[in-house]
């Protein structure tokens, strides 16, 4: 029978085998990424170990997103390699520090709701694009250390084990799934490799994991404004990037587990943890999609499987390192690859057709931008900008007049759809100012005045009619607009029972 707890504030029920299993086959995963991110941002391996404990453990504890992974990522890592390389590791440290206290601003302010605002497209776009990242860094193991591919023996081996890994991962589950799949996948080939002594390469390779409990240091950087405007700039971008990533990684495991996270308890985990880890000599993170996957398809649905993770990291750089250092790299590849063929969105290549081609170029570019720049946040900022563009551009052609001339001879403009800034124009053309009678109506009922952009519309449209000596009613308008109309008690007559409750510049949520 199977023992279950319950964990901090999960209401579901947590099995004990699952979850342990799970955040072991992830602690394994995190190493290697950890070790390669912080080599890329020109920082010690242990920077990157550290980094992953600490901020994995904040929020596996007090996350908004059960069951998701956060550590050490290379969107973190290109952006601190300019400052890290033009002011050393303290600045990069104070930066973590400040980018945390951001995040932590953000959540408390409620803004992870604005994760709302990111279309599908932009999503899938995001997604594919990650995947399409993960398989790639992993093509660095098929590489000696001059950069040259690998030919021969060693990549006949390679390849070998490799391609028993993914084997494993694919097929076990078929069978039973007592165990996670990459567990055994990683183990089985361990053993091949030490029990027939295959030379082949190890996490020992790359670098060495050894060391203690990460040192409690106040980073050593003046405290002085001048150090605060230095690192400003790259403690926002951390801090945009790392909530954008954590934010769309939790709605994607939200999709997945068919659950509701909460985008701003993460927010403010995700702050918590960066600031402890500059505390802590890490580099900072954030939620990471690859090994979240692999805690999600190996079982986990609860807090534990993320604790866990994190701890067994710390035990592994404290008193497995020689171990850990001797696990084939291409199991860890094979692992990889399989996190991107199941993070890829397969549907999204087989719906182009009966996607809007709007839609289809948002998701292209947002994938293209991700792969070429490695940066996941201007991929979705760039995204979003051009969906919001061609939202805009499609209502700004929907809105409409319907005209017609009463029995006492007032003519009656009926608006239909949005009016702001992008169908101004549109909205102008619909009216014959020299040829309409000396009483017009416009009517609102039906439509909605959004922006700044429409106020003024409306404004300058009242004036065109007074000029040549005709009277305007503006019906159905709301008390917000009204009040933002320079001439409105000259020009609005209003039927107050009719009019909408909508508001305008206005936010209530």
């Not at 996670?180 to 053993?191: D, Q, R, S």
């Not at 710390?314 to 993070?343: C, D």
């Not at 009926?414 to 309409?436: H, Q, R, T, Y």
């Not at 000596?469 to 607009?481: A, R």
Request: glycine fraction near 8%.
């Amino acid at each position: 029978m199977k023992k279950y707890l319950n964990l901090f504030d999960l209401k579901q029920k947590v099995d004990y085998k699952t979850e342990v299993l799970s955040g072991l086959t992830v602690a394994l995963a995190l190493i290697p990424e950890a070790v390669a991110f912080s080599l890329i941002a020109g920082l010690s391996p242990l920077t990157g170990l550290y980094a992953a404990f600490v901020v994995g453990l904040i929020t596996a504890i007090f996350g908004g997103r059960p069951g998701m992974i956060s550590g050490a990522t290379g969107a973190i890592a290109v952006v601190i390699i300019a400052l890290a390389q033009s002011h050393g590791v303290e600045y990069v440290f104070a930066a973590v520090i400040l980018a945390g206290i951001i995040q932590m601003a953000a959540g408390f302010l409620r803004l992870g709701k604005l994760i709302r605002l990111v279309p599908h497209p932009v999503i899938f776009g995001f997604v594919n694009g990650l995947a399409i990242i993960i398989f790639m860094s992993q093509l660095d193991q098929f590489k000696d250390p001059s950069g040259n591919w690998l030919t021969g023996e060693a990549l006949y081996i390679l390849l070998g084990l490799v391609l028993l890994t993914m084997f494993i991962i694919w097929g076990l589950p078929k069978l039973t799934k007592v165990v996670p799949a990459t567990l055994i996948a990683i183990l089985v080939v361990f053993g091949l490799v030490v029990v027939f002594g295959i030379n082949t390469k190890t996490v020992g390779d790359i670098a060495s994991i050894q060391g203690g409990f990460p040192p409690f240091h106040i980073p050593q950087v003046p405290f002085a404004w001048e150090t605060f405007m230095i690192i400003l700039p790259y403690s926002a971008i951390v801090a945009g990037v790392g909530l954008i990533e954590s934010l769309l990684t939790l709605n994607i495991i939200d999709e997945i587990t068919e659950t509701r996270g909460r985008g701003n308890k993460e927010a403010v985990a995700q702050g918590a943890a960066n600031f402890m880890s500059g505390l802590f000599s890490g580099m900072g993170g954030c939620a990471m999609l690859g090994q979240s996957l692999i805690n999600i398809t190996s079982g986990s649905r609860a807090r534990l499987a993320g604790i866990v993770a994190a701890v067994m990291l710390l035990v592994f750089v404290m008193f497995g390192s020689g171990l850990i250092e001797q696990v084939p790299m291409a199991a860890l590849t094979g692992l990889m690859i399989m996190v991107a063929i199941g993070t890829f969105e397969w549907a999204s290549v087989k719906t182009f057709n009966k996607m809007p081609k709007s839609d289809v170029l948002v998701m292209v570019l947002v994938t293209l931008v991700t792969v070429v720049l490695h940066n996941l946040a201007l991929a979705v900022l760039v995204g979003v900008i051009i969906a919001a563009l061609v939202f805009a551009w499609d209502n700004a052609k929907r809105i409409r007049a319907r005209k017609y001339i009463d029995e006492d001879g007032a003519k009656h403009y009926e608006i239909w759809g949005p009016l702001f800034f992008g169908s101004v124009a549109v909205f102008n053309e619909k009216f014959d100012v020299l040829s309409d009678p000396d009483e017009v109506i416009i009517d609102f009922a039906e439509s909605r005045v959004v922006d700044m952009s429409a106020i003024e519309a409306l404004n300058k449209i009242t004036e065109r009619y007074l000029k040549v000596g005709k009277t305007v009613h503006l019906k159905h308008l709301s008390p917000d607009c009204k009040k933002l109309l320079k001439n409105a008690e000259q020009i609005i007559d209003v039927n107050v029972m009719e009019d909408p409750t909508y508001k305008v510049l206005t936010d209530k949520i």
